[in-house]
């Protein structure tokens, strides 16, 4: 569509439906770039080895001033992990999981607690995600102090764009 709109004013043929059309076209495409940007559909070459440890304690900094001051935060970072991965990738899983936490606090008093350590995953355990295979995993947690979720919100709390938060609350897609 950008592209015929450019032929069609290249060849003098100016106006306003055609800088309409250019202008949707235009949001069409931004929107396209923030939803793979969002669904993380990142290729192989984006990757590469960080310090896992390093990458969530800057993180823990800089939640401290998203973070309602009435939500203490208390970390556990296993020293020296390192894994292959996004920087920023991981400090938005970090922030996004931060951010549900303190709201669902309801900015009451509280504690977040962020743990950083390895584990090992065998064959005998139940591995909920189908994709992991036995073998040592860095293991990132974040707990709150929150009400919890009913057994409703459990259920879908892996559906595709769901959300429990009203209109216009919240950073995300829920």
Do not use: H, W
């Amino acid at each position: 569509i950008l592209g015929y709109t450019d032929i069609l004013k290249m060849r003098g043929e100016n106006s306003k439906a055609i800088d309409s059309i250019q202008k949707a076209a235009l949001r069409a495409q931004q929107l396209v770039q923030r939803i793979l940007a969002f669904s993380r559909l990142s290729n192989e070459s984006d990757l590469s080895a960080i310090n896992l440890s390093s990458v969530i304690q800057e993180s823990v900094v800089f939640l401290r001033s998203l973070i309602p001051a009435t939500v203490e935060i208390e970390s556990d970072i296993q020293e020296q992990l390192y894994t292959r991965g996004n920087k920023s990738d991981i400090q938005q899983i970090l922030l996004n999981r931060a951010t549900n936490a303190s709201d669902a606090m309801e900015s009451q008093t509280g504690l977040l607690r962020v743990k950083l350590d390895c584990c090992e995953l065998n064959l005998s355990e139940n591995l909920q995600v189908s994709q992991l295979k036995p073998g040592k995993y860095c293991r990132l947690m974040v707990a709150d102090d929150g009400k919890g979720m009913s057994s409703d919100l459990v259920e879908r709390m892996f559906d595709p764009y769901f959300t429990d938060k009203p209109q216009g609350k919240g950073t995300g897609l829920g």
